[in-house]
Structure formats: C-alpha cells, structure tokens
C-alpha cells in the first residue's frame, strides 16, 4: 500500500542514493545539509498517505468543490466532523506572504515574516519536511534571500540578539519544552513585551500542532509547491525565469553546500560523512509516580511568567469557560490578554474537548499521556481531575505510564500514537498508523490524531507561561 520514496541526492558534488521507505517503519532521517534537505523537501512530493479514504463521491464533489482532489480536504471532511474552527485571516500585506497570518488580533505586534522564521525553526527541530517547505516558499515569496533562509540551519551569529535569543527559545519550546523556566521568558523579555512573547508563544504552539497533523496522516506536498512558486502570486518580486518554479531544488551557495546543520547533535562520524541523522525514535524517560504528585503539587503554588487577564475580563471574553463559582480557567485568563485571537484559540481549544465521536474518557487519558511527554504539569493536573470526575483511580490514571498491557488492543494502539506523536512529529511511524487504524478504525484514529495535536499546542503554551494549577 505504502510505496518508496526515492531521493536521488547530490552531496558535496559526488552523486550518491539514499532510499527510504514507509513501510521500514523507521522514522524519517533529518537531512543535515542544505542541498540534501531539498531534496528531502521535494520527496514529501511522492509520498503515500497513511489514513484511507472513502470513494469520492459526487456528494463529495459538491461538498468540497475545488477542495475535492484534496487528501487532506477529503479527510477531515469525511473523518473530523466540523471538530476544526476556521481561523480568520488577515488581508495581504504589501511584503506579500510572510505577512499573512492564519490568526490575528490588533495587538500582535510582531513582524509575520519573523513569525515565519520561527515556524521554519520549529519545524526543521520537528523534522516535518511538508512545514519546513511551506515556510521556505513563503520566505523566498517575501524577498528573503537564499542565503538568509540558509542561516537559520546555522549558529545565527548573523543574526541579532534579539532574533538569537527567539530562535533559541523556539528550539527549546518545540524539542524541550519541560525544561522551559523562568530564565527562558526573562531572556525574551529584555527585548521583547509580554504581550509579544505570549505573540509568539501563540504562533509556535500552532506550529508545532500542524507539524504532527501533517506528519501523523503523511499529507503529501503539491506537486507546484516549492521554491519560488509563491513569488508572483503573494506580492513578491518577480521571479527570475532562470530559477525553479514548483520545487524545491532551488540554486545553493557554494559556501553553505557542505555546511551541515547546528540545530542538532551530531556525534557519529558515519552520520556526519552520509549528512543523515537517524532520528530517534524514544520517548521522555517519566518522572515516578511519587515525583509527579510532588510536581503536580508544586504547580498549584507556581506564579505566571507573565501577567494574565483579571477574571473579570476573561469572563466576560469567553462565558462558555465560567464555572459554577464564577472563575475562569487560568488558561483562558492567558488567552484573553488577546481580544479576537484569544477567542479563536479558546474556540479551538473547546471545540477539541467537547467536538467529534471519542469519548470524554479516552480524551482525558490521551491529554494525560500527551501532558506526561511534554512535561506540562498544568495540563497533567486538569487531565488528571477529569478521569477521577470520571470515575478513574490514581492507580488507573498512573497505569496510563506503564506498558499497556492491561488496555484493550484500540486502546493500546491510540496511547502508542499518543506517546509517539506527542514525543516528535515523526517519531510516529506509518506501522503504528495502520495499526491504530485497524484496531480503532479510521475516524476515531484521525480524531484521536486531532486531538493529540491540540494538546500539544495546549501543553507548550500553559507550561511556557508556567500557569498556576487551579
């Protein structure tokens, strides 16, 4: 079912092949040089998507309209019944695609070309080949240079302080973001405002949620995607009819041919001589049991890096949120610091929880295995809390931790997809899909990819902020 992707790859000027393989089960290997990572970029092209779909139909058709040759169209229109809320967006700037956002609010403040930059950070730490292409054409389409996008594979000596503390923090937050402190934010905030580091905290949790989505379900590029492809139609220059339009092998400069990459640790001198890294396929070593209580306990008494929206205010932004005795959710005080973009997000956030077929427990547990990876404590505790209001033990709860042998066969196979996925975008492999696929079947398998999606993006910006625990 799943067919080999086939890269051809020029190295250094000497022509070598490297084949990978869906069906390996092996996670896909990071490219570390620059040459070799287009070529990358450009095998997503050919890449077989892992969830299967119904016939089209003529319903489909009208349904979906253009959309309708669309894997990804299709899917969630047959699978995720309306669980995804449309973020508005914002007319085209005058700088062309980078300064389009998915989401926006009058106070963000921070240049969306910037914004991109982080995106493309993110992703390559993910390794989601499919983003990290969508952010190269969007940067070349706003006038960066080749080189420019070149240097955020680097140490970013290049770059200023400002930008090098950001692309720091964006690494960490995307591969580390347990280890997030105070430090982390009052780095940020000697150049930055609050309310542009909550900015950015935003952009990347979306980030690092589309990285698994694509990567889970293996959504293949467009065949025109690539290179200078967007120039012209987002109010770029005009692209020079000499260079590649729809891919990816776009010309490299002599002097970052043969760099390889500082964004991860190489230490074996076979991957530094084939410039592949394997990726690795572990999950964070847990904290015991007796730790977590300690730290659940630590989080109930934490205060926010920075200042959240007073109750008040919150309240009256998101009334779907106000429980019996008035209060609102910490993470919904952070989120309404942003008039318009807070209540997009919060709408996301409750469509997740409270949309589509799985069921509040399976929900609550998948939130608990995701929080667990992520070391996100406030997210532990609130998925904590809901599987003992359902009538879950701490010793069941706990169990989730373990080996799995006691949950059924659907079960097992959504945990693995939720500990995989929540531990890297790629890590999860097209194997361990088929095999949720065929215990839990597809529609419960793609919303359960959904869901996990929206916890790591909810785990990254609770446990940036450090969000006192209710």
Request: glycine fraction near 6%; proline fraction near 6%; hydrophobic fraction near 35%.
């Amino acid at each position: 079912m799943h067919k080999n992707i086939i890269a051809t790859l020029f190295l250094g000027g000497l022509l070598s092949q490297t084949v990978f393989s869906e069906d390996t089960g092996a996670p896909r290997p990071t490219p570390l040089t620059r040459p070799l990572l287009k070529q990358w970029l450009e095998s997503v092209k050919q890449r077989e998507p892992r969830i299967p779909l119904p016939e089209l139909t003529e319903e489909d058709k009208k349904v979906l309209g253009e959309q309708a040759e669309s894997y990804e169209a299709r899917l969630k229109h047959h699978y995720l019944n309306g669980i995804e809320v449309p973020r508005p967006v914002t007319p085209p700037q005058p700088n062309g695609a980078a300064n389009r956002s998915r989401e926006s609010d009058p106070a963000f403040s921070l240049d969306n070309a910037f914004k991109v930059e982080l995106f493309w950070i993110v992703s390559r730490v993910n390794n989601c080949q499919y983003c990290i292409g969508h952010q190269e054409s969007k940067l070349l389409g706003a006038g960066k240079t080749e080189d420019e996008i070149a240097s955020l594979d680097g140490d970013w000596k290049e770059h200023p302080e400002e930008k090098r503390i950001a692309f720091q923090f964006a690494k960490k937050f995307t591969d580390q973001p347990y280890l997030l402190s105070d430090d982390d934010i009052k780095g940020l905030q000697r150049h930055y405002s609050d309310l542009q580091i909550l900015e950015m905290v935003l952009s990347m949790c979306g980030n690092n949620s589309i990285n698994r989505w694509k990567e889970a379900v293996a959504v293949p590029q467009r065949a025109d995607e690539g290179g200078y492809s967007r120039m012209a139609s987002v109010g770029g220059s005009a692209p020079d009819p000499k260079l590649p339009r729809g891919s990816y092998l776009t010309p490299t400069s002599p002097e970052n041919e043969n760099r390889v990459s500082s964004l991860f640790q190489t230490v074996s001198s076979e991957t530094l001589q084939n410039k592949l890294l394997p990726t690795q396929a572990e999950a964070r070593r847990l904290e015991s049991r007796e730790e977590t209580l300690k730290q659940l306990e630590k989080a109930k008494n934490r205060t926010a890096r920075i200042t959240l929206a007073s109750n008040k205010e919150a309240a009256e932004l998101f009334p779907d949120v106000v429980t019996p005795s008035g209060n609102v959710p910490n993470w919904a005080r952070l989120l309404a610091n942003f008039k318009e973009a807070g209540k997009t997000r919060a709408k996301s956030i409750l469509a997740a929880e409270n949309g589509g077929d799985i069921s509040p427990l399976l929900k609550a547990q998948l939130a608990w295995i995701v929080a667990r990876q992520d070391g996100a404590w406030y997210a532990a505790g609130n998925a904590m809390k809901k599987m003992k209001e359902l009538g879950q033990t701490e010793d069941q709860i706990f169990a989730l931790d373990g080996d799995l042998n006691d949950f059924s066969p659907r079960e097992q196979s959504l945990f693995v997809l939720a500990k995989n996925l929540a531990a890297s975008p790629v890590i999860l492999t097209t194997e361990q899909v088929a095999d949720a696929v065929k215990n839990a079947g597809p529609r419960d398998t793609v919303q359960a990819v959904s869901y996990i999606c929206s916890r790591a993006s909810f785990n990254r910006l609770t446990e940036s902020i450090g969000l006192t625990l209710e």
